[in-house]
């Protein structure tokens, strides 16, 4: 782990970030539009939580294209798209522990792959559900919509977690600063 640990550490820098920021645009504004194409109704994992009863209702009303379009689109992007993201918050936090000196543990970047795991988890959930529709499986639909629920405040927790460490190193390179002068 300490080897992964320093690679994130040793390649990060400014223009990987910009550059990896670039191609991340690629799949909210293109790949992820155009595979995942669930019409004026919307995915159903950019809905914060939802029941069984909404996730077939919304199931009934894509419709047996969208439905097989949701699948290949979960599949495929919608499978590269969490580990893309994670890997890129994880080379941020990397990037400002480095530049900021901050002296937390560098295992704080690994905090990012939770997201993706329960992205994963949900990918996985709605592509059982999607693929066995019409047949109904509500304990399965309520999880879903948990472990949605749950990528979405882990997600936040991790935006908290990344203006915290910014403001706390921009705060410590202040007090070393006064405390030198």
Same mark, same amino acid.
């Given at each position: 782990m300490e080897n992964i640990i320093a690679w994130f550490f040793r390649v990060t820098n400014i223009r990987l970030i910009?550059?990896?920021?670039? &191609?991340?645009?690629?799949?909210?504004?293109?790949?992820?539009?155009? &595979? &995942?194409?669930?019409?004026? &109704?919307?995915?159903? $994992?950019?809905l914060f939580w939802y029941n069984? $009863?909404?996730?077939?209702?919304?199931?009934?009303?894509?419709?047996?294209t969208i439905r097989g379009r949701y699948i290949i689109g979960l599949l495929t992007a919608d499978l590269a798209y969490p580990i893309y993201y994670g890997t890129l918050l994880a080379l941020i936090i990397a990037l400002v522990i480095k530049k900021l000196a901050i002296p937390f543990s560098r295992k704080i970047i690994f905090i990012p792959y939770v997201a993706v795991l329960f992205d994963l988890t949900e990918n996985s959930l709605l592509m059982f559900l999607l693929s066995t529709y019409p047949n109904i499986h509500l304990k399965t639909a309520d999880l879903a919509g948990y472990v949605t629920a749950t990528k979405w405040s882990v997600l936040g927790g991790i935006a908290t977690l990344m203006v915290y460490i910014v403001g706390y190193g921009i705060s410590r390179r202040k007090n070393k600063a006064t405390t030198n002068n």
């Open positions: 910009i550059v990896m920021c670039v &191609i991340y645009l690629i799949f909210p504004l293109y790949l992820l539009p155009n &595979i &995942i194409n669930t019409g004026s &109704i919307g995915p159903l $994992d950019l069984h $009863d909404t996730l077939y209702q919304t199931l009934t009303s894509y419709g047996e």
